[in-house]
């Protein structure tokens, strides 16, 4: 993907592997300590809870070649922390979530952000044009174009898939980089998770995600939700793009695919699938609440969003309730028992878990 390439590392030493099947053995791999990627400053650590982030879509590339991943509204993404949340629209804004809702925080975001996410120790993380800004005065300069595509971000590093060449795994501290070949391309943007130790990688088109286990690629088992031929074919990236999510769930793997306007979700466990389920909307946001899994759809047709909570039923996912509203829903986030998510046209739906179904608090206004 163009918007998303590798900038000025040499894909030509890392020549790409072809055809459907994962070759026995692991993909090519490469360090590199400068050039690729640069820390520019220095760093301390921090301690916080956990939460999660959504933005919502990729970066879009400018040919017509692929499909177009750029959102609009006052807010595009939304990331959550303890008891922080980070909001991306023309600004990115930081804020403090207090019971009565969202407060502006005292501290102010260095600049724009095409996405947002937190660290595991809490440290807000923002992804701009080639460049990573991380609280604590670290900027962290990549060469894989804008930073908008699903990455990981642990105390020490973060973890990038760079369509359609490499993951990227850069250090905070030093800001060396290690780059891991992919098992095949991935024409269009990928989604990534850590599951029971192991890297998982996926391009939305492909039938299999790949798991990296002692430095080689394994395939998970074939999704069966669409076929490689329809996710690619051009037709069906109207009204929406293919979109893919792989999210831990319990002690399984949640892969979610999304092409037209229909979601489908395939649960591995150890070793095969489990079950899958279907649901109305593109996915645009997935995340873990305890045992639920939060699933974000969208039909921009009928400007409807959908809110579906899933849980495991002996072996089966199913869906435990649904709620919906009127707009464009591009992600969400959860941190305790408080769901963020993304109303591109109004600002941030607050809602908050129960034992039922959430209860909404209230919208939290952004302005263009």
């Known amino acids: 993907m163009a918007a998303l390439g590798c900038g000025s590392y040499d894909t030509e030493a890392h020549p790409q592997r072809e055809g459907g099947r994962f070759p026995d053995g692991g993909a090519e791999s490469g360090r590199s300590s400068s050039g690729s990627a640069t820390r520019s400053t220095e760093q301390s650590s921090g301690s916080s809870s956990g939460g999660s982030s959504s933005t919502g879509g990729w970066s879009t590339s400018d040919s017509p070649e692929y499909p177009d991943y750029h959102e609009s509204g006052v807010i595009t993404g939304v990331a959550a922390h303890g008891d922080r949340v980070i909001t991306i629209g023309p600004p990115a804004a930081l804020w403090d979530a207090t019971a009565g809702g969202l407060i502006a925080s005292a501290e102010a975001l260095p600049g724009g952000g095409l996405s947002a996410a937190f660290t595991a120790d809490g440290r807000w993380v923002l992804g701009q044009h080639g460049q990573l800004r991380i609280e604590r005065d670290v900027t962290i300069l990549l060469d894989v174009g804008p930073l908008t595509t699903d990455a990981i971000y642990t105390r020490d590093e973060a973890l990038i898939p760079v369509p359609s060449s490499h993951v990227v795994i850069v250090g905070f501290e030093s800001g060396d980089s290690m780059w891991h070949a992919l098992p095949r391309p991935a024409l269009l943007p990928m989604a990534i998770a850590r599951w029971s130790g192991s890297l998982v990688v996926a391009g939305a088109e492909w039938a299999r995600a790949a798991l990296r286990a002692d430095d080689t690629w394994q395939e998970l088992p074939v999704h069966n939700l669409f076929s490689e031929s329809e996710v690619l074919d051009p037709v069906a990236w109207v009204p929406e793009p293919p979109r893919r999510h792989l999210v831990p769930w319990q002690n399984a793997l949640a892969e979610v695919v999304s092409v037209r306007t229909q979601t489908r979700l ?102 263009p």
């Open 266 to 367: 395939v649960v591995h466990g150890s070793p095969v699938v489990a079950a899958s389920l279907d649901m109305t909307g593109s996915c645009t946001g997935v995340t873990v609440a305890g045992e639920l899994l939060l699933l974000l759809t969208v039909d921009k047709t009928s400007l409807m969003t959908w809110l579906t909570g899933v849980r495991i039923s002996g072996d089966t996912p199913t869906q435990a309730w649904q709620q919906s509203f009127s707009g464009r829903g591009l992600g969400l986030a959860t941190t305790g028992d408080r769901v963020y998510v993304v109303d591109a046209e109004r600002g941030v739906r607050i809602l908050q878990l129960t034992q039922e179904a959430p209860v909404f608090l209230g919208t939290h206004p952004i302005s």
